[in-house]
């Protein structure tokens, strides 16, 4: 029989109503015809609880006993929701990650996916069994250890197992009905789109969207696993949400396709540093060793020999910047006169496949930031995107006109 994918998130079980609504949804499938393997989020809330616990016990703590409490919102999930559908006569069974095993390699907290055998739960299957539940999030580490897959990880366990299994389709349910052009609290002009191209998708994912985790995308886009983002407290069709999909498949000619924005973000820049063949290195080296996901970058030009270099990174490394650098400074190897963290900045980025074949949508955007008196601090730009660092209390602005100047509204 055809399987089916379908993932539900955290507000779409976050109560027994909730999860019994969502069984209803796989019901409807089973009577279709297909064989379903559903994934899990914890219950709305959970994981935030859960981590808040490891917090407050353990400042510094462990990452394998971080990911053995975190990820065990899921395994409540899955097994109600097997319960739940066993209820409905629905032949169900709910797996751990390790039961799976979902293998993945050691990297707590950020664990990546390595495999995921099929044997076991197609042999449930082939003895009559219709929806396998799996707990999303989870996997198990090749030294035996319960292993997560980073917040919103369920996104990337589910494409994982549509790829594993050859599934028709990988439908995510969530608490808004698709994918839209920018976030609908920002901006109420924001339209949902029928389709999007993988990759614009994880553009937006990796600048702010919140709807997919970035990984997902990559998986969905590398295995070619058709993508679906719907809602899960709407009747739907099979022609409901948006769908991801190759770039052939998208019809619509526009340069941009989405506005993305995260307010998470922080600046920081060395000031006065030796313009010297391998400055780079020995400022971005010791920032990589300490974990620090630097983003945007820029040098200025040099003048007697000294630059300021600027870089952003999400706020809540800054810290963890600061130690690297300094330390870095105090080791001889590299030398500035201060460094000025700016923690009050947010990103906005203007992403679309259409920008490789259209012309004038950088100077659009900065003349639109421009009629709205925004100072632009930083620019990045790739093929399909163009991302600005701006003063964080203009973010809202920001993104209203973008989207009103690309007119995203209309389709
Ligand atoms: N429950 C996990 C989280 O909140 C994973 C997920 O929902 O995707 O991050
Ligand atoms: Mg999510």
Redesign the pocket.
Known sequence: MPILVMKF??TSVATLDRIKRAAKRVGVEVAKGYDVIVIV?AMAGETNKLVGFVGETSPLYDAREYDAIVSSGENVTAGLMALTLQEMDVPARSWQGWQVPVSTNSAHSAARIEEIPTDNISSKFAEGMRVAVVAGFQGVSPEGRITTLG??G??TTAVAFAAAFGAERCDIY?DVDGVYTTDPRVSNKARKLEKIAFEEMLELASLGA????TRSVELAMRYNVKLRVLSSFEEQSDEAGTLVCDEEEVMENRPVSGIAYSRDEAKMTLVSVADRPGIAASIFGPLAEAGVNVDMIIQNIAEEGRTDMTFSCPIDQVKRAEKALSEAKARGEINYHDLVADTEVAKVSAVGIGMRSQSGVAAKMFQTLRDEGINIKVIATSEIKISVLIDRKYMELAVQALHDAFELEKA
């Open positions: 998130g955290g989020s917040r919103g369920s996104d969530t919140k709807v997919l985790q």
